[in-house]
């Protein structure tokens, strides 16, 4: 079996899951899916990110021990992954037993081979964002990444020789290997202004990984954090490294393209074979945040309108690499004209035909050829969800039209029995093909087509004889605007 192996970020638990990170990891379970019905064998990770000033700071204002602090909040990612059907392999915690040995094992490790040396880093600090900055990159004493006020620090530090991978990093960056390509020059601007060691212990800091050679530091979160990806394929990284897929949201691309790069190649591994950089949601064109009371949380829709219609708004709305506004509006006239109108109603009108008469149908296949299954197979190798699912919608419109057009309830005898053996064949494929993205729906059109979940798989999506129907129901009603 094939293996393919699919990461998300972990998240920061400073706060509870948002529609944004409820996105990236309803991107990765989508593609995970689909590779699982074509028999690869998925190992997809996600999970938590749980050291640090920030989080430990947190955790304090709260009257919290740092433990239970992560505890909780990790749980409520936990929790909300599983509403949104998340389907991983790992839920990784960097408070994990494995994880802290696996980072102090690298540590040592890359200490021993001489990448890793005692020095004094003097920079800026940005504590929400956990980053450091040069002279040159702060912008009037500010955070070039989120404008907010920055500290000056001068400490005894560790460094890992980054720039002595220079090479290795460039290489990545010009091998084709980021989607969408255009953020490589970003990366490759930035790499202008040099490359620099980068510090990755902390003296100040007590909520880390202690370094194995010095318990008087803990590890920089960020070196702590990327590893995550590591520990998880311990047990078998011959078959899972390198990743195939390792999904992030934009603003995170330096530490995966540049950092994560280099230190790979110190530990003599390869790089992952692809980056898919997603953008970000605004809400009414603005960015989310606490302060302006709009931040989305992700299971109160999924409580409202169930997860399959939440997964479908957010993959249908726009491309991946694309930054895009999403409200519960546009939500709502997503279920109501796509979910209800096209999908619902197709399903249910073909089914209530095919009720009518308790048989197996046969006939001319009519509409295969309406199905652009190269197409959308092509996009999910290039993980392209979203233009695979407009793909998919495009069919259904299409079955649709073919039922209106053939008046398919006036038709009778052989041409009505092609008619219903072209439809419900369809409609089994529509089942199969919106499952990655829509589990509960599929797997609901496939059993009332008289199948049973494991007929969910891409080999199937071949047409036959087909039926009887065992039963109808209503996949989508429609929500009332208010
Ligand atoms: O950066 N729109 O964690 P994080 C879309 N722990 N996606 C969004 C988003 C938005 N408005 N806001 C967040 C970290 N995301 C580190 C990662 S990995 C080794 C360590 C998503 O909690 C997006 O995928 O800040 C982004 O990369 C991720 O959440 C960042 O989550």
């Known amino acids: 079996m094939l293996a393919k192996y699919i990461t998300t970020p972990i998240f920061y638990v400073n706060d509870k899951p948002h529609i944004g990170h409820a996105y990236t990891v309803i991107l990765a379970d989508v593609l995970s899916r689909w590779f699982k019905i074509n028999n690869y064998d998925v190992f997809f990770l996600t999970g938590t990110d749980e050291h640090g000033n920030k989080i430990e700071k947190t955790a304090r204002e709260k009257g919290m021990d740092p433990k239970d602090f992560v505890d909780q909040i990790s ?8 509403k949104l059907d998340i389907q991983y392999s790992r839920f990784i915690r960097t408070t994990d037993k494995d994880h802290e040995e696996n980072v102090k094992r690298i540590l040592k490790y890359l200490y021993d081979k001489g990448d890793i040396y005692k020095g004094t880093y003097e920079g800026y600090y940005c504590l929400p964002d956990e980053s450091y ?3 040159s990159e702060i912008i009037d004493g500010k955070c070039p990444v989120c404008g907010r006020p920055v500290q000056k620090i001068s400490e005894e530090a560790y460094f890992f020789r980054l720039s002595k991978y220079k090479d290795q990093i460039i290489n990545f960056l010009n091998s084709n290997s980021i989607i969408p390509d255009f953020r490589v020059k970003e ?16 003296k100040t800091v007590k909520w880390g990984i202690e370094l194995p050679f010095d318990n008087s530091h803990t590890t920089y979160v960020w070196f702590d954090a990327l590893l995550n990806y590591l520990t998880a394929i311990n047990f078998d990284l011959n078959k899972y490294w390198p990743a195939d897929l390792q999904i992030i949201g934009k603003e995170i691309l330096w530490f995966h393209s540049v950092i994560w790069i280099g230190i790979l190649s110190a530990l003599n591994l390869p790089p992952p074979k692809k980056i898919l950089a997603h953008g970000f949601w605004l809400v009414n064109g603005q960015k989310m945040s606490k302060s302006l009371g709009n931040v989305i949380d992700p299971v109160l829709w999924v409580e409202k309108y169930g997860s399959d219609a939440v997964r479908y708004a957010l993959i249908s709305e726009k491309p991946a690499h694309d930054d895009g506004d999403i409200s519960e509006e546009k939500l709502i006239s997503k279920i109501n004209s796509d979910l209800a109108d096209e999908l619902g109603n197709l399903v249910y009108r073909v089914l209530s035909l095919s009720l009518k008469s308790n048989k197996v149908f046969e006939g001319d296949d009519l509409l295969s050829k309406e199905l652009d299954l190269e197409g959308i197979k092509n996009d999910f190798e290039n993980y392209d969800a979203f ?5 998919i919608m495009d069919f259904v419109r299409k079955c649709n039209k073919f039922v209106s057009d053939k008046r398919i309830w006036e038709l009778e005898g052989k041409e009505f029995d092609s008619a219903i053996y072209s439809l419900l064949n369809s409609i089994k494929s529509i089942g199969i093909l919106i499952y990655p993205f829509m589990p509960n729906t599929g797997i609901k059109i496939i059993k009332m087509l008289g199948y049973d979940e494991s007929y969910i798989n891409v080999k199937n999506l071949a047409f036959g004889p087909i ?11 429609k929500v009332e605007k208010k």
């Open 387 to 391: 233009s695979a699912l407009h793909k």
């Open 467 to 477: 039926g009887p129907v065992k039963y109808r129901e209503i996949l989508f009603s």
């Open 187 to 202: 990366q490759l601007n930035r790499l202008k202004n040099g490359l620099f060691d980068l510090d990755i212990s902390r």
């Open 75 to 82: 749980g409520l990612f936990k929790s909300a992954f599983a």
């Open 133 to 135: 900055f040069t002279e």
